[in-house]
């Protein structure tokens, strides 16, 4: 009886002894032994693998691509513009000895270097290259990550910048540069296309100038096409050859003086008593005179001078 309870007790033994010097490495795993606290150089590879109980220890190091965010960090870039930036790392072990006795936490060791090289870039970097030329930036901060993470046999895979924070005042100044940048090239574009239409029509004018008949049929289609509309009104352009002729054919207007001219027959003090004794009106003589204001005559010959209100006033006497 006794030897039976012996016999269990090493086929007790036996099971703990052979379930604790068994381990399953899975497919994306490495396994690296360490006998007697001396690393074993044979890296274990997926599938079932048998240890020395007591002796042997396995650690296992993940194969896979660890996709690592970096924290949001604050910076100042060299245009003096206050930003902040966020990234994400990928990155995967490529030799496990090293990823496990080079580094403590290689995990932790690349989350920290991503940070300083994170706001290293900003420093160096302009506002506009954070905004529109991140693929450098990233390919820049691939390359500090990449070359201490090569030491502890992990390869950084990718590194991408996020997301660019910015004050609210540098927004609205951002928006208002763009807004006045798309009004100058509307500018452009319209003024462009002025010169390129006033062009157009110099040589159709100077087509139209050898051939008469082209305006009026450019007017005939005018008139067609406002017809087309059923417009209950129908404007139709007149011609400015026949303003021109009816300007060429009326005769100038005579300029007018600062005083106003007026001609008055002459008479002598003898012709107009007699005229007023026989009820008639003042006879016209042959000498002119010419007003010069409006109530002084200044005969123009030798005839004397007759006061144009005393004529009237004597007409009236009568």
Known sequence: MTIIYVLLVV??????????????????ERGVVFRFGRVDRAVRGPGLQVLIPLVDRLQKVNMQIITMPVPAQDGITRDNVTVRVDAVVYFSVVEPIRAAVDVQDYVAAIGQVAQTSLRSII?????????????????????????????????????????????????????????AERERRARVI??????????????AAETMAEHPA????????????????????????????????????????P???AGAVETLPAQTASDSESSMDDGLSIPHQPDVLEIRDANQ??????????????ARQGLRAM
Do not use: C, Y
């Open 214 to 253: 082209a305006l009026q049929l450019r007017l005939l289609q005018t008139v067609v096409e406002v017809a087309a509309e059923k417009n209950s009104t129908l404007v139709l352009p007149f011609p400015v050859e026949l303003l021109r002729f009816l300007e060429r054919s009326t005769p100038p207007e």
């Open 297 to 310: 005559a200044v005969p123009v010959g030798d005839g004397p001078r007759l006061d144009r209100n005393a």
């Open 255 to 257: 300029a007018r003086t």
């Open 11 to 28: 086929l007790a033994v036996g099971l703990v002894g052979m379930a604790a010097s068994i381990r399953i490495v899975k497919q994306f």
């Open 190 to 203: 319209t003024a462009d296309g002025e010169l390129q239409a006033s062009a157009k029509l110099a040589e």
């Open 123 to 179: 420093g160096k970097s302009d506002l506009d290259d954070l905004l529109s030329n991140r693929e450098r930036l990233n390919q820049g901060m691939e390359l500090m990550i990449d070359s201490p993470a090569l030491d502890w046999g992990v390869h950084i895979d990718r590194v991408e910048i996020k997301d660019v924070v910015l004050p609210d005042s540098m927004k609205r100044s951002m928006s208002r540069q763009a807004e």
